[in-house]
T-cell receptor, first 121, second 113 residues
Framework: AQKVTQAQTEISVVEKEDVTLDCVYE???????LFWYKQPPSGELVFLIR??????QNEISGRYSWNFQKSTSSFNFTITASQVVDSAVYFC??????????????????FGTGTRLQVTL | DGGITQSPKYLFRKEGQNVTLSCEQN?????MYWYRQDPGQGLRLIYY???????QKGDIAEGYSVSREKKESFPLTVTSAQKNPTAFYLC????????????FGPGTRLTVT
């Protein structure tokens, strides 16, 4: 069974601080995808990144960066120089691919419980 | 503009009534999904559909029903059999079944009293 753990329920930082959101996952599959989504107060989830299990290269997109480590089953997300607009709930999600590849069925996302980030002035 | 629309944003119903939540997408995506979000919890999959006239149960399908008569539309009915229907419901779509990123609508907050 798949599981995604986001142990940090809430994080508060002051603007311009760096912050890292942790994500630990469990899966028996060797082929899988990991995702991060942002949920601002409006409620709509916004896609941030997708990473497959064969690509452990870290990724940077502006102030956002992601650290994928298969050895520790972690896919952590860092915001550099945080801003008030970064305040949101962030979700990590996992999609196993073995069943999808074998049967052609749609992949199902397993979400963590989310981390609420509050950035203040 | 391409995207996913859900209506209404807020919905109130009396216990014992069925209620249908709308989800429409103009992204030409094949796959569509319904999730439920409760406070302090992640999203849980209710139903998903890979193509028109096909849909599959997710992890918490009991008390819900769906239809997929058109590619653009995937309405969700919350029946009176759903024991705890008050929640935030999110619809999503992806270009095809598989590990493609899913794009979400703005959600409908359903309150049943």
């Amino acid at each position: 069974a798949q599981k995604v753990t986001q142990a940090q329920t809430e994080i508060s930082v002051v603007e311009k601080e760096d912050v890292t959101l942790d994500c630990v996952y469990e899966t028996r599959d060797t082929t899988y995808y990991l995702f991060w989504y942002k949920q601002p107060p409006s409620g709509e989830l916004v896609f941030l990144i997708r990473r497959n299990s064969f690509d452990e290269q870290n990724e940077i997109s502006g102030r956002y960066s992601w650290n994928f480590q298969k050895s520790t089953s972690s896919f952590n997300f860092t915001i550099t120089a945080s801003q008030v607009v970064d305040s949101a709930v962030y979700f990590c999600a996992l999609s196993d691919m073995t069943l999808v590849i074998l049967t052609g069925t749609a992949s199902k996302l397993t979400f963590g419980t989310g981390t609420r980030l509050q950035v203040t002035l | 503009d391409g995207g996913i629309t859900q209506s209404p944003k807020y919905l109130f119903r009396k216990e014992g009534q069925n209620v249908t939540l709308s989800c429409e997408q103009n992204l030409n995506h094949d796959a569509m999904y319904w999730y439920r979000q409760d406070p302090g919890q992640g999203l849980r999959l209710i139903y998903y559909s890979q193509i028109v006239n096909d849909f599959q149960k997710g992890d918490i399908a009991e008390g819900y029903s769906v239809s997929r008569e058109k590619k653009e539309s995937f309405p969700l009915t919350v029946t009176s059999a759903q024991k705890n229907p008050t929640a935030f419901y999110l619809c999503a779509s992806s270009i095809a079944p598989g590990a493609n990123e899913q794009y979400f609508g703005p959600g409908t907050r359903l309150t049943v009293t």
